[in-house]
């Protein structure tokens, strides 16, 4: 059985990240592994290391450039004509349009699509929102199953109408409790100091100057900052403009994350939008308490006073409160840490996710009479 994962790439983020753990299980069991991707390089060169078959497609970038879009559809024709796969399993807004136009074209079927969050989300004008469903709906039309990361995405596209509502399934993204661990953090009671840590792309949804101006509000607290993005020159700016260079850090990216939280005391993700946040997963896994925004999936991981805290967006002063409250309170910090490591075990592991997608292959295999030799569950 063959099947080509197609992803646009934006760096390597949640998206990226979510089809390498499936490659890497996918492999396991048997499946020859086809994948269309931008030329992200660590995404290569792991992908690389499974012996998946690689198609680079140079326009597929995550912002919008109608030249780059257009071209960007040969490629991924070219994949499918050459790989020849038993399933299409698409991620991410450009990817998923692109390959469902080639799937409906030359009848290659079946096709999934993996919403990582939906464009036409919150955070834009409303006629944008409503074009963007509209295309996603045509898309729809010719989807075996649409996978939403949350159950607010699934909401969403019943709304806007993007598909049937026996088409959407709801899979949580999910990690692996063996390696994210707590180092002893012992060492730290001595010292007043409170590490809070960001990790995500460092893009306008995230809002990093909006945290930067929390940070300014909570003085006894250093902000590491992980992760790369366009916005890199404008945040290191706004850091020096505004004094903080000795309390506001920029590791870029960094490949040891489960090490970085580890070593922190509180996790931050201001988001103006999101889908189901994978690094929110990955502090709770490490023991974290999270302070993030209520938008999108966030509170199907965050429950508001018990793992962390929910913050309206674009909030400053909220934010802050938030953090503070933390900052002063060792004993409140553990006591949401040991609360979010607990539902993070119970509901958003690496097994549970995988051995959910399986079955959805399975499902639609089993429905195109395309019964495959086997699908075993994680």
Same mark, same amino acid.
């Given at each position: ?37 931008? !030329?992200?390089?660590?995404?290569? =060169? ?12 140079? $326009?597929?970038? =995550? ?13 991924? /024709? ?9 399933? %299409? ?21 079946? %096709? ?48 806007? &109408? ?24 012992? $060492? ?12 995500? =792309?460092?893009?306008? !949804? ?5 945290? %930067?101006?929390?940070? &300014? ?62 690094? %929110? ?43 503070? &409250? ?29 051995? /959910? ?18 699908? &075993?569950?994680?």
């Amino acid at each position: 059985m063959r099947i080509l994962y197609v992803v646009t790439s934006a760096g390597f983020g949640g998206a990226s990240m979510h089809v390498l753990q499936l490659m890497r299980y996918f492999t396991t069991q048997g499946f020859e592994i086809g994948l269309v991707s931008a !030329p992200e390089p660590r995404l290569l =060169r792991e992908a690389e290391k499974l012996g998946v078959r690689l198609f680079v497609n140079p $326009y597929f970038v =995550r912002r919008l450039h109608i030249f780059n879009d257009i071209r960007a559809f040969v490629p991924v /024709k070219k994949a499918i004509k050459e790989f020849s796969p038993d399933i %299409i399993h698409a991620h991410s807004t450009k990817a998923g349009l692109i390959a469902r136009f080639w799937s409906a074209v030359l009848n290659v079927k079946p %096709i999934i699509f993996t919403a990582h969050g939906w464009a036409f989300t919150e955070g834009r004008e409303y006629w944008k929102r409503f074009l963007l469903a509209q295309i996603e709906k045509l898309a729809g039309y010719v989807t075996d199953k649409i996978i939403c990361v949350s159950e607010f995405d699934r909401k969403l596209a019943l709304k806007f &109408k993007v598909a049937r509502e026996d088409k959407l399934v709801v899979i949580h993204n999910g990690v692996d409790p063996n390696e994210f661990f707590k180092i002893s953090r012992d $060492y730290r009671k001595s010292s007043n100091e409170v590490i809070v840590t960001f990790v995500g =792309r460092l893009a306008p !949804p995230k809002d990093l100057l909006l945290l %930067i101006d929390a940070i &300014k509000l909570v003085p006894e607290i250093k902000l590491q900052i992980v992760g790369d993005g366009e916005l890199r020159q404008q945040v290191e700016g706004y850091i020096f403009k505004n004094g903080l260079r000795d309390r506001v850090i920029l590791l870029g990216e960094r490949f040891d994350i489960p090490k970085i939280l580890a070593e922190s005391d509180i996790f931050v993700l201001p988001s103006r939008w999101e889908g189901l946040p994978l690094t %929110i997963i990955e502090a709770m896994m490490s023991g974290l308490p999270v302070v993030a925004t209520r938008v999108g999936g966030i509170p199907e991981l965050v429950d508001d006073g018990v793992n962390g805290y929910l913050v309206p967006s674009r909030d400053v002063n909220a934010l802050a409160k938030a953090i503070r &409250k933390l900052v002063s309170d060792v004993e409140l910090r553990e006591r949401m840490g040991k609360a979010g490591r607990e539902k993070a075990i119970e509901k958003f592991t690496l097994d549970k996710m995988l051995s /959910k997608i399986a079955q959805v292959y399975e499902d639609v295999l089993i429905k195109r009479k395309k019964i495959p030799q086997y699908v &075993k569950n994680a």
